[in-house]
């Protein structure tokens, strides 16, 4: 047991916890906001979306993709935002349309950044490795917590107020418009930074899971998104555990670990009713 522990003192699995705890403390945060809306398949689409962000990033040959993945899929959500809102299509089919229209273009442009002799790996965009987390990336992470964390404590009641109600909040003077765009991109930000965690293929369970098990224990919004941002950051550090002693891979253990998590919730409230 000691052993498993022994890695913690390795500046590179420091830098990987630390960023893997606070992404999946902030998508299950964000997760709670999106799920409440009927958007839970936002996630799994944004991530398509970065893929192709990051590949654009690689193939203009910046050293860090994120820096246009961000931007990009973040404009990719306000788009889908935009699209729901005002109708015309139906937002889960804009959806489709747009993401893979964005993930065909990343597969091009992957295979151009190629030709350039940049060197990467596409398996780990699929499937993540937070293990390749640089002090550059942390830095962004970090960044992105105070940006989202400032975002929500600044409109916390007015989030809540849509959330359960959107018509009567925007009768109310609400700008729900403007409140589910800056959501939406801020969610876009998180995800493409979440990709070296989880992958494109795992990444939208960081979202759901989390605040579905939240929803299953806490009594209030506020409730809810607590327990959501301590599973998320329990799933974390236990997969983290789980992977270096069963040798699995990281993104893949931390999912596994969440279902757990979400099993032990519903077992939990069924016992509590």
Request: with cysteine; net charge positive; aromatic share 8%.
């Given at each position: 047991m000691?052993?498993?522990?022994?890695?913690?003192g390795?500046?590179l699995?420091?830098?990987?916890?630390?960023?893997?705890?606070v992404?999946?403390?902030?998508?299950?945060?964000?997760?709670v906001?999106?799920?409440?809306r009927?958007?839970?398949?936002l996630?799994d689409?944004?991530?398509?979306?970065?893929?192709g962000?990051?590949?654009?990033?690689?193939?203009?040959?910046?050293?860090s993709?994120?820096?246009v993945?961000i931007?990009f899929?973040?404009?990719?959500?306000?788009?889908?935002?935009?699209?729901r809102?005002?109708g015309?299509?139906r937002?889960?089919v804009?959806?489709a349309?747009?993401?893979a229209?964005?993930?065909?273009?990343?597969?091009?442009l992957?295979?151009?950044?190629?030709?350039?002799?940049?060197?990467f790996?596409?398996?780990?965009?699929?499937?993540?490795?937070?293990?390749?987390?640089?002090?550059?990336?942390?830095?962004?992470?970090?960044?992105l917590?105070a940006?989202?964390?400032?975002f929500?404590?600044?409109a916390?009641?007015?989030?809540?107020?849509?959330?359960?109600d959107?018509e009567?909040?925007?009768?109310?003077g609400i700008?729900?418009?403007?409140?589910?765009?800056?959501?939406?991109?801020?969610?876009?930000?998180?995800?493409?930074?979440?990709?070296r965690?989880?992958?494109?293929?795992l990444?939208?369970?960081?979202?759901v899971?989390?605040?579905?098990a939240?929803?299953?224990?806490?009594?209030?919004?506020?409730?809810v998104?607590?327990?959501?941002?301590?599973m998320?950051?329990v799933?974390?550090?236990l997969?983290?555990?789980?992977?270096?002693?069963l040798?699995?891979?990281e993104g893949?253990?931390i999912?596994?670990?969440?279902a757990?998590?979400?099993?032990?919730?519903?077992g939990?409230?069924?016992?509590?009713?």
């Amino acid at each position: 047991m000691l052993d498993s522990f022994s890695y913690l003192g390795i500046p590179l699995f420091q830098r990987a916890l630390l960023a893997g705890s606070v992404l999946a403390a902030l998508l299950a945060l964000l997760g709670v906001l999106v799920t409440a809306r009927g958007l839970a398949y936002l996630g799994d689409g944004l991530s398509h979306a970065a893929f192709g962000g990051i590949a654009l990033g690689m193939f203009v040959g910046v050293s860090s993709p994120l820096v246009v993945a961000i931007p990009f899929t973040a404009l990719a959500a306000m788009a889908i935002g935009a699209m729901r809102r005002k109708g015309g299509l139906r937002s889960d089919v804009a959806m489709a349309i747009l993401f893979a229209v964005c993930f065909a273009a990343g597969i091009v442009l992957l295979r151009k950044a190629k030709r350039t002799e940049q060197t990467f790996d596409p398996e780990q965009l699929l499937f993540g490795n937070i293990l390749l987390v640089g002090s550059d990336d942390l830095w962004i992470v970090l960044g992105l917590a105070a940006v989202t964390l400032g975002f929500v404590v600044f409109a916390w009641t007015r989030l809540a107020y849509a959330t359960f109600d959107e018509e009567l909040a925007r009768l109310s003077g609400i700008e729900v418009g403007w409140l589910e765009s800056a959501l939406l991109a801020l969610l876009a930000a998180v995800v493409v930074a979440a990709i070296r965690l989880a992958g494109v293929v795992l990444v939208s369970a960081f979202l759901v899971i989390p605040a579905a098990a939240g929803r299953l224990i806490g009594r209030s919004l506020t409730g809810v998104v607590g327990w959501a941002m301590l599973m998320g950051v329990v799933g974390v550090l236990l997969g983290f555990l789980v992977a270096h002693r069963l040798e699995w891979p990281e993104g893949a253990a931390i999912v596994l670990l969440l279902a757990a998590i979400f099993a032990a919730a519903a077992g939990f409230r069924r016992l509590r009713a």
